[in-house]
Every structure is written in structure tokens, then in C-alpha cells.
């Protein structure tokens, strides 16, 4: 099994490194002085004046910061320090290892990944899209649940998306019998974002959502859902004869486990309850 992950590794590491040396590491570098310096602003506030329009960013960074919720930035911060990690060649070998997570990875014993990989990215726009999602989505969440029971739910999903993507891999390989499919590394928060997705699209089925890239195109929430789960759907179907990049089976595990904890909260959680008596909303 390791000679064969070995083999399989090296093409993957292909597949996944689209930045260079230099690149990775003044991208880390860049990363994590922000990183450190907004966090510095957001505990101490002691940050000498900076000329404009530097000032300007640090403030606006310092009162973005401030309005996050302490769950929201402990996971930003996790985030953020595996993706500086990944920018360093020395770390490489480990990061593959251990931040990554497939069937080949867990068959040989690594059931942390099912973790580890949920606070893993190595592409910056993986990166940014999914933490934009986290602080668009996160904070209303974190005022319904509270603290723990969001972070409960956030490593609670991530970890069933990661293991929901094992068994899609498990399911294509009967069909593909290549032993890349078992070994396809998997990272990324997507499937923790979706299960948030999901909570919140049928809290505010109503609302309406504008494409980041797009603003002119707009959608409700309670559309994006049913169409978020075809797309996956078919995608994992797609899976059984190619490769497909995204992870769809991630995805679906992720908004598994949204639709199970929104029921959840209809039932148990006095905001949510009230939220749909208000609505005139029920249950089925």
C-alpha cells in the first residue's frame, strides 16, 4: 500500500502544485505577517500610525476582525496556518501525508486526515473562497448554535464530508479499478461550507444571493440548494468514468449533514423555532 500511495503521490503532487517555489513561500510569508499583524491590532490596538493608505486597510481589517465571532476567527486562523505550510518545500512529504485525506490514506491507518485535511488548502483561490464563505455564512449561525455547538457542527461535518469522499472513491474504484481513484488526495473545507450552506439556505429560503464574480446574477437561497445537490449528484456519477475536480461526494456529505442539523434546531433550538413559527413554516 505505501509503494503504491508513493507512486500515486507523485502524480497527484503534480495535479495539486499550480504555484511555484518562490511563489508558495512569499505567498506563506505574505500570509501570515497579515495574519499576525491584523490579530495583533484586533488584541492590543497599539499599532503606530501608518501613513494612507496602509492606515486605511489596517483599520478596516482591525473593525472586520472585531466584528467576527471568536469560533469564526479560531478557524481562520487554523486555515491560515496550514495554507502558510503548505507553501514551504521541507513540509511537502508530511503535508501530503497528513493533510490530505483519501481511501488509501485512511486504509493505511491515517484517520486523522478525516480532521486535518477539513483545515487544508493549498490553492490560494480554494483558500479565499471558502474563507469568504465561512465569514458570509458563519456569523449568523454562530448567534443561533453559540460558540461550541458551532464548532461542534463545523469539524462534526467536515469530518463526515471527508469520510462521505472515501467512500465515493471506494464506490468508483469497483467500476474504474484504478488505484489512483483510492488514492486521489481530497483537502479543502468545502464540505464543512456546504453543511453551513445548507443551514443557512433553509433558515432565509427567501433571501436573495448575488455570484461574487457576477453581482448582476442573482438567485434565493432555498433555489441554490435543490441545484447544488443535482450538480453533485451528478458529478459523482460523472466519477465512475473520469476524474472530476471537485469533490463532489464531499459536497453531498457536507449538505447531509446540514439538512440533518437544521431539522435539528427546528426542533430543540428556541431562535430556529420561533424563526418558523414567525414564517409560518413546519417541518415535514
Not at 171 to 182: E, G, K, P
Not at 197 to 204: D, E, K
Not at 247 to 265: E, K
Request: proline share 5%; net charge positive.
Amino acid at each position: 500500500m505505501m509503494q503504491r500511495w508513493s507512486r500515486v503521490g507523485t502524480a497527484a503532487r503534480g495535479r495539486l502544485q499550480w504555484l511555484s517555489t518562490k511563489r508558495r513561500f512569499l505567498l506563506g510569508a505574505t500570509t501570515c505577517s497579515g495574519g499576525c499583524l491584523a490579530m495583533g491590532t484586533m488584541h492590543f490596538g497599539v499599532l503606530p500610525t501608518l501613513p494612507p493608505p496602509f492606515g486605511q486597510y489596517v483599520n478596516r481589517s482591525e473593525r472586520w476582525l472585531k466584528k467576527q465571532p471568536p469560533a469564526i476567527l479560531q478557524i481562520l486562523a487554523a486555515n491560515t496556518i496550514v495554507f502558510a505550510m503548505w507553501r514551504l518545500p521541507a513540509l511537502q512529504t508530511m503535508m501530503y501525508r497528513n493533510f490530505t485525506c483519501s481511501f488509501a490514506s485512511l486504509a493505511s491507518g491515517r484517520i486523522h486526515t478525516t480532521l486535518t485535511s477539513v483545515f487544508s488548502h493549498q490553492g490560494f483561490f480554494h483558500f479565499g473562497l471558502n474563507m469568504y464563505a465561512l465569514t458570509s455564512f458563519a456569523p449568523v449561525l454562530v448567534d443561533i448554535m453559540g460558540h461550541a455547538q458551532f464548532l461542534q457542527f463545523y469539524v462534526g461535518s467536515g469530518i463526515a464530508s471527508s469520510l462521505a469522499s472515501c467512500s465515493l472513491q471506494a464506490a468508483h474504484y469497483t467500476v474504474r479499478r484504478s488505484a489512483y481513484v483510492l488514492s486521489r488526495p481530497g483537502l479543502g473545507a468545502s464540505g464543512a461550507v456546504f453543511a453551513m450552506l445548507a443551514v443557512w439556505g433553509q433558515l432565509f429560503p427567501d433571501l436573495k444571493l448575488h455570484v461574487i464574480f457576477a453581482p448582476f446574477i442573482s438567485f434565493h437561497a432555498g433555489d441554490l440548494l435543490p441545484a447544488l445537490v443535482t450538480f453533485d449528484i451528478a458529478g459523482s456519477l460523472y466519477g465512475f468514468v473520469r476524474d472530476s475536480p471537485l469533490g463532489h461526494g464531499a459536497h453531498l456529505g457536507g449538505m447531509a449533514c446540514g439538512y440533518l442539523m437544521f431539522d435539528w434546531l427546528s426542533k430543540h433550538n428556541q431562535k430556529v423555532i420561533w424563526w418558523n413559527k414567525k414564517h409560518h413554516r413546519s417541518r415535514f
